[in-house]
């Protein structure tokens, strides 16, 4: 199969760990019988350096003709950086609105996993943390109350902001329809959270994921509310498969999970549209502190490149084939600093590649 990836290396660390991702790629398809074909696009302050802003439409067109795109991750030091001197629709982070907005990326995943040989980074009590748990959080990207109308007004000299929070059917079908195809290549469970006791765009949700609910008899549906899942999130975090929430709830709640897995450098992440087409990028930043030391942690974008795999090009075999090299190395106890435990062998972001490509086989 030729798969055309477009990829973002980015700024800071984000060209070493895409270059490890490539690799591992590569080594997939030399075994596995496919042709990468990649193409590299600027954005960020890497763009902003040659073109003056973080993303030109000459950019955008590469990424949308392409069948996914493969990003490290863009932004440099927010103090000392000079591209944080330019007003706020030139920065770095504008170029990442600016193509979820153009290749219409509304289901964000997020995959919170805690590797048995990591369990120490996990700050849950051990009898939580033992029992381990791989789950994936599907967060509505587009609508809900950070895309609302807002406003600040004055009445009778009392200040007064206004958000609003809408979202309609349609808007929660695709969403819900993401959430269970997902859950179809997992454990076949979803638990959608909402705060349903209280809001009408909760009830709603619930009745449409209700709805969709039925094209899936195979998958379990439970219904939580949101404060009750941020407690079942470190009380009982084994129980969850797909959590399946809206934008709010779920950029809280995929943050409290990734925070439970204890491990930035390994947590992967994509965002997807209503075809095959997704973006894929570790859910961490640039690191510009760490960045060109040959330190940096690639598995997070290797995971990612993963996801990319299965959800853009229904590769399960080779993306298990990833995620299985990443534990085989981890319990090999081979780890880059930012994981790094007594007794185990510290190497650098080149090798941690070398690594997880030679064990694909
Ligand atoms: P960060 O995630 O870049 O770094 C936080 C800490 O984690 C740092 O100490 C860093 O060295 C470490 N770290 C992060 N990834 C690592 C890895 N793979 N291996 C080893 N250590 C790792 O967050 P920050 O410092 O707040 O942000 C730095 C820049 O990244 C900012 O410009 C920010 O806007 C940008 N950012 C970009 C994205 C994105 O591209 N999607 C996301 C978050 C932050």
């Known amino acids: 199969m030729q798969l055309h990836i477009t990829c973002i290396p980015g700024d800071g660390i984000g060209p070493e760990i895409v270059t490890e991702a490539k690799k591992v790629l590569d080594k997939v398809a ?6 990468m074909i990649y193409k590299d696009i600027l954005m960020g302050g890497a763009s902003i350096d040659v073109h003056g802003i973080p993303l030109t439409d000459e950019a955008i067109a590469d990424a949308k003709s392409a069948d996914a795109v493969l990003m490290g991750s ?5 103090t000392t950086s000079p591209w944080y001197q330019l007003p706020p629709e030139k920065r770095p982070e504008a170029g990442l609105l600016k193509i979820r907005k153009a290749l219409n990326l509304f289901a964000n995943l997020r995959p919170a996993i805690l590797y048995e040989e990591l369990a120490e980074a996990c700050p849950l009590r051990k ?10 959080i599907m967060r509505e990207l587009t609508g809900g109350l950070y895309f609302g109308e807002r406003r600040t007004v004055e009445e009778n000299g009392i200040r ?6 809408t979202y309609d059917e349609n808007e929660i079908r695709r ?6 195809d997902i859950a179809m290549k997992r454990r076949k469970k979803v638990t959608s959270v909402d705060k349903a006791n209280v809001l009408d765009s909760s009830r709603l949700w619930r009745k449409v994921v209700e709805e969709v609910a039925k094209d899936y008899p195979e998958v379990t549906l439970e219904h939580m509310l949101v404060d009750n899942c941020a407690m079942q999130l470190v009380k009982d975090p084994a129980q969850f498969d797909v959590i399946l929430t809206e934008n709010m709830f779920g950029d809280i709640l995929s943050d409290e999970a990734s925070m439970v897995t204890g491990s930035i450098g390994m947590l992967a992440s994509a965002s997807l549209n209503d075809s095959k087409f997704g973006l894929y990028e570790p859910s961490h930043g640039s690191a510009p502190d760490i960045a060109g030391k040959d330190i940096a942690n690639p598995i997070a974008t290797v995971l990612s490149a993963a996801m990319m795999l299965r959800y853009s090009f229904d590769l399960d075999r ?10 085989s190395v981890l319990k090999k106890n081979y780890r880059t600093g930012d994981i790094m435990s007594e007794g185990c062998t510290k190497v650098g972001c080149k090798e941690m590649g070398d690594l997880l490509a030679a064990e694909i086989v």
Not at 175 to 180: E, L
Not at 318 to 324: F, L, Q, T
């Open 160 to 165: 007064k902001a206004i958000d609003t929070l």
């Open 127 to 136: 009898d939580i943390s033992e029992a381990g748990f791989d789950m994936m």
């Open 30 to 35: 030399s075994v596995y019988g496919h042709e």
């Open 175 to 180: 969403i819900a329809i993401k959430g269970f």
């Open 74 to 78: 863009i932004g440099g030091d927010t």
């Open 318 to 327: 080779e993306a298990d084939a990833i995620e299985a090299a990443v534990k």
